[in-house]
């Protein structure tokens, strides 16, 4: 007998933000948005319990798949970054942007439009709101940038405050051939634990600060918790990478996916 938990869906004002979202003709196609994926809300506790608030960018196919953020290659790398601060259950996954980018030149100059930067200060607004958040840490420059946005305005300056703030790369910044090397990835998250592990006041599970190696290790790659996903996802699914993949498809969106079971 199989006994995996799984997420029960959002509560509150969380489950009203999945129910009334901007559609498609907010984020146009033609601006760069993969619309016809649909909206990717959040991974992690959508109901008031979070300590540890993650902002990532945006959701690619494998996050189309599982309909939850952060749940791929820069998902398990992320998820072995928030353990290492000790939060292992208590943490909201959210994303600058609710669809897909297949381009970012197009997309990324929309961060601010009034609609979308609404809709997302109210999710921020929603996981600040019980006043559990102790911890906000914001992955590529989008997501800062949309964090900075939130807090210089009055709501967000005021439910912000006194919230430890950190600033990392993207997860997956260190991409061959790019500028950035998976040392200087590493480094720079390394920094990030440096500062925020020693004031983490509220973890799930106390441990010891244990820096990032060269490269990373098993262990720091962990699987997506099943309680993260809805009821029925296969354990590959959340223990594997790169299982979904876009596939050529006509015009410029390469709006098919693929899915291979390893």
Not at 90 to 100: I, S
Not at 109 to 119: F, G, R, S, T
Request: a positive charge; glycine letters at 8%.
């Amino acid at each position: 007998m199989t006994t995996d938990p799984f997420d029960t869906g959002p509560t509150g004002t969380f489950r009203a933000l999945c129910r009334d979202y901007p559609d498609g003709t907010v984020f146009r196609g033609a601006d760069g948005f993969r619309s016809l994926w649909g909206p990717v809300f959040y991974r992690g506790r959508a109901n008031g319990t979070a300590r540890l608030l993650v902002i990532g960018q945006d959701p690619a196919q494998t996050e189309a798949v599982t309909r939850r953020c952060l749940s791929g290659q820069a998902g398990r790398r992320v998820q072995g970054f928030v353990e290492k601060l000790g939060y292992t259950r208590r943490y909201l996954m959210v994303n600058a942007f609710l669809y897909g980018i297949y381009n970012q030149s197009m997309a990324l100059p929309h961060l601010l439009d009034p609609a979308i930067q609404a809709y997302r200060d109210a999710w921020l607004l929603a996981a600040l709101a019980p006043g559990k958040v102790e911890t906000v840490v914001t992955f590529g420059t989008p997501a800062f940038n949309a964090w900075t946005a939130f807090t210089a305005t009055p709501a967000g300056a005021a439910a912000s405050a006194g919230v430890l703030f950190h600033k990392a790369l993207h997860p997956t910044a260190d991409k061959p051939g790019g500028p950035i090397t998976r040392q200087d990835l590493l480094d720079n998250w390394n920094v990030a634990l440096q500062f925020l592990h020693p004031q983490v006041q509220k973890p799930d599970v106390k441990k010891p600060l244990v820096p990032y190696g060269s490269d990373f290790t098993p262990a720091e790659l962990p699987e997506i918790p099943a309680r993260d996903l809805s009821f029925g996802f296969p354990a590959w699914m959340r223990s594997t990478d790169f299982w979904a993949s876009m596939s050529p498809t006509p015009g410029t969106e390469r709006a098919n996916i693929s899915v291979e079971v390893p």
